[in-house]
């Protein structure tokens, strides 16, 4: 399904009408410009660099450090008004936009910090993994980078596994925002909301 209009459609729990098809015009007028400072006939790297500098410089998207824990931070329409997220709404920017610039890339649910990964034709049939943090305004991560990210956020209880940066399944994306809010919701003892958050996540997780 279209995990891009699925993840807006959870802003409507903060109480506002949101419009799918009015975020995604947003996301393309990005990836116009992503198109434009690349250049045609772009090389992997150049557009790539190109993302990163219409996201992440000349937009400003960048991680809410200040104020992680609300809700708004998983709210694709708030992200987009204020340019502030949490990674994984962070990465749903990256990845819409980058797809609309032919630069398709997917969700990597690593533990404790949502990343995205896209992959580079070397030409040999084994495509190179580039790792990006778009909550650290798209910083390149290598494997020492991702283990020491893992031991940062869980002090070495963790090893670095392939499983870490598999490409996560849409569902798994829209359970693991729902989760957030529903952590959100339950430090907060606010039952109403907590119990639209539920409701969702029985749809996509009935059991």
């Known amino acids: 399904f279209d995990l891009f209009r699925a993840a807006a459609i959870i802003g409507r729990l903060g109480g506002d009408e949101v419009d799918p098809d009015d975020l995604r015009a947003i996301a393309l007028g990005h990836a116009d410009a992503v198109r434009a400072v690349a250049g045609p006939g772009a090389a992997f790297e150049e557009r790539l660099d190109a993302l990163m500098q219409v996201l992440f410089v000349d937009v400003g998207f960048r991680g809410n450090h200040k104020s992680y824990h609300e809700p708004g931070n998983s709210y694709l329409h708030r992200v987009?008004?204020?340019?502030?997220?949490?990674?994984?709404?962070?990465?749903?920017?990256?990845?819409?936009?980058?797809?609309?610039?032919?630069?398709?890339?997917?969700?990597?649910?690593?533990?404790?910090?949502?990343?995205?990964?896209?992959?580079?034709?070397?030409?040999?049939?084994?495509?190179?993994?580039?790792?990006?943090?778009?909550?650290?305004?798209?910083?390149?991560?290598?494997?020492?980078?991702?283990?020491?990210?893992?031991?940062?956020?869980?002090?070495?209880?963790?090893?670095?596994s392939p499983q870490h940066i598999a490409p996560a399944a849409p569902a798994d994306v829209l359970v693991r925002m729902l989760a957030n809010l529903r952590g959100i919701f339950q430090r907060r003892r606010d039952t109403r909301m907590l119990i639209r958050v539920l409701n969702r996540l029985l749809i996509l997780r009935p059991d």
């Open 80 to 160: 987009f008004q204020t340019k502030r997220g949490i990674p994984i709404s962070l990465a749903l920017v990256t990845l819409e936009v980058a797809r609309l610039a032919g630069l398709p890339g997917y969700g990597i649910a690593f533990p404790g910090h949502f990343l995205v990964g896209f992959e580079k034709d070397m030409g040999d049939g084994v495509p190179q993994l580039v790792v990006i943090d778009p909550f650290h305004r798209g910083r390149i991560l290598g494997p020492r980078d991702l283990g020491g990210l893992l031991n940062q956020l869980f002090g070495g209880k963790i090893s670095l």
